[in-house]
């Protein structure tokens, strides 16, 4: 019998959703796995087949990153990348002032918070997942839905 953690992480490669779930972790995740400056001028925006594309606000920062880009993958491994790819573009969290329009753009202006009885729920849902940080990454999912779905009329 195969342990359920194996279970998800198979069918979450078959629904060809492994990718976004780790995306979203890395997303959230960045500026506590990358100082300043590095956090506040780059911010990840893909992952396909183990290669993160990773937005950067400057062309001297595009410069910048092909010194640091070793140390990034090698940190970044345990999310299955094996690869960067830089590209000037929008970079999210730049501050705190950016990182609320982009929940409010994720979740809307008039997101709720989470109930006691939902993360009761959650909790209850992937307690059967051994793997801790696929049963953080699954959680964090399962938020984000409900955050959503409170905004939608019924």
Do not use: C
């Not at 609320?100 to 709720?112: A, I, L, P, T, V």
């Amino acid at each position: 019998m195969r342990p359920v953690g194996s279970l998800l992480s198979s069918l979450l490669k078959n629904l060809g959703i492994e990718d976004k779930i780790a995306l979203s972790s890395l997303q959230r995740e960045w500026r506590g796995l990358f100082k300043e400056p590095l956090s506040i001028h780059t911010y990840p925006t893909d992952i396909k087949n183990g290669e993160l594309s990773v937005n950067v606000d400057s062309p001297a920062w595009l410069a910048q990153l092909k010194f640091f880009k070793r140390d990034m993958i090698e940190k970044l491994s345990a999310y299955g990348i094996k690869e960067i790819r830089f590209k000037h573009g929008t970079v999210y969290h730049k501050s705190g002032r950016d990182s609320k329009n982009k929940m409010q753009n994720d979740f809307g202006k008039n997101s709720k918070p989470i109930t006691p009885s939902d993360l009761q729920w959650i909790d209850e849902t992937v307690s059967a997942v051994s793997d801790t940080e696929l049963k953080e990454d699954i959680k964090r999912a399962i938020e984000s839905t409900l955050r959503s779905r409170k905004n939608r009329p019924l």
